[in-house]
């Protein structure tokens, strides 16, 4: 069935490491992969975003890449500042009818100062 | 440009009971799509209203039901609650029924 695993759950780094995210996603038709951020009590965020038919998408200190035939994308945050902790969620565009997003469980991100 | 609002913010239940939900899409869009998120997990998708019609729908039961209006607001109703439907509903706009969506800060609801 649909499904989007997400790893790790927890993730903690020091301030200025690089933070990464892995997600892998079941449904080969998928073709639109974005990344939420949502901190405590607040809404899901959309940071970035990537179609299937590019392989890496950067925003300043935010990247994701895609790997269409192994399944898999992944989040990349540069100079982790303490800001950017958050819980952040994959998700991966499922069509039938209505394009719908299925998500990953989440990653908790501790960025220490 | 305005942002997804949703109302009330917290609920509170009891089990049996029926609960309606509401959300306001962002300015120009007219896709509202329902997800509810158990606590520690992603969102799960409920069902999704494009032009004032059902436009594909999760796994969830009959109970859970919906309604767009002609200004493209929406709202959830939840029938016969359970102690299971306590969560975190979130509501997401779009355009055209795109997966590009917008959220709002979701409606906190606890069944008793």
């Known amino acids: 069935g649909e499904n989007v695993e997400q790893h790790p759950s927890t993730l903690s780094v020091q301030e200025g490491d690089s933070a990464v995210i892995k997600c892998t996603y079941s449904?080969?038709?998928?073709?639109?992969f974005p990344w939420y951020k949502q901190e405590l009590g607040k809404r899901p965020q959309l940071i970035i975003d990537?179609?299937?038919?590019?392989g890496e998408k950067k925003d300043q200190r935010i990247a994701v890449t895609l790997n269409k035939t192994a399944k898999h994308f992944s989040l990349h945050i540069t100079e982790t500042q303490p800001e950017d902790s958050a819980v952040y969620f994959c998700?991966?565009?499922?069509?039938?009818?209505?394009?719908?997003?299925?998500f990953g469980k989440g990653t908790k991100l501790t960025v220490n100062p | 440009e305005t942002g997804v609002t949703q109302s009330p913010t917290h609920l509170i239940k009891t089990r049996g009971q029926q609960v309606t939900l509401r959300c306001s899409s962002q300015?120009?869009?007219?896709?509202v799509s329902w997800y509810q998120q158990a606590l520690g997990q992603g969102p799960q998708f409920i069902f999704q209203?494009?032009?004032?019609?059902?436009?594909g729908r999760g796994n969830f039961p009959p109970r859970f039901s919906g309604l767009q209006f002609p200004n493209y607001s929406s709202e959830l109703n939840v029938n016969a609650l359970e102690l299971d439907d306590s969560a975190l509903y979130l509501c997401?706009?779009?355009?055209?029924?795109?997966?590009?969506?917008?959220f709002g800060a979701g409606t906190r609801l606890s069944v008793l």
């Open positions: 997401a706009s779009s355009l055209d029924y795109s997966a590009i969506q917008y």
């Open positions: 449904d080969s038709a998928s073709n639109y």
């Open positions: 990537i179609r299937s038919n590019v």
């Open positions: 998700a991966a565009s499922i069509k039938g009818g209505s394009e719908k997003l299925v």
């Open positions: 300015s120009g869009h007219n896709t």
């Open positions: 209203y494009y032009r004032e019609e059902e436009n």
